[in-house]
């Protein structure tokens, strides 16, 4: 087999036993198994990368083996790199995402200049103008969170100053003794 055969084998062995050993001993609900931040099925494909190495320098076929061991460390860098830089993104969105608590119309005036109405406009022209905002801005069809909250806490805003203020039970008023 020679000795880069034989390394090459030690290596895929050590490499599956370690990340199957691993990989059954953590238990993470819902989530992708990882290995030193390494997921679990890149070490899987590099240990099978690895395996086929052995077999072609069992075969006297060196170039080859050569190629596939270049080619495994190349695309395991990739994916360990895109991962890594995956997860630092999706840190810094969460970290640069408003919270919804933030969302906060000042006033009448800002939320009706949020709506693109008139600060005595009616509820049906508050609801109308918000459905054409809202149909080219939410996240779905663009737009992003922050800005569809914005919308909606205006809309919110007006309503509410729109709508009369549900009556009161008022001490004179009789009750019922039963």
Do not use: C
Not at 85 to 97: I, L, P, Y
Not at 107 to 131: F, M, Q, Y
């Amino acid at each position: 087999m020679g000795l880069f055969g034989v390394i090459a084998l030690v290596a895929a062995i050590a490499v599956a036993t370690l990340t199957l050993w691993q990989a059954s001993r953590t238990r993470i609900d819902g989530a992708e198994k990882s290995i030193g931040g390494v997921p679990t099925m890149t070490l899987l494909k590099l240990s099978a990368w690895l395996a086929l190495a052995a077999v072609l320098f069992a075969a006297k076929l060196f170039p080859v083996a050569l190629m596939i061991l270049v080619a495994a460390a190349g695309v395991t860098g990739i994916e360990i790199w895109r991962e890594r830089t995956m997860n630092a993104d999706e840190a810094a969105a969460a970290r640069e995402q408003p919270a919804a608590s933030a969302v906060l119309v000042a006033n009448d005036a800002a939320a009706a200049s949020i709506l693109g109405v008139g600060p005595s406009a009616s509820a049906s022209e508050i609801k109308s103008a918000h459905r054409k905002l809202i149909t080219r801005l939410h996240p779905d069809q663009g737009g992003n969170d922050y800005l569809a909250a914005q919308i909606n806490a205006a809309r919110d805003r007006l309503l509410a100053s729109r709508e009369p203020m549900p009556p009161t039970a008022s001490a004179d008023s009789p009750t019922d003794q039963s």
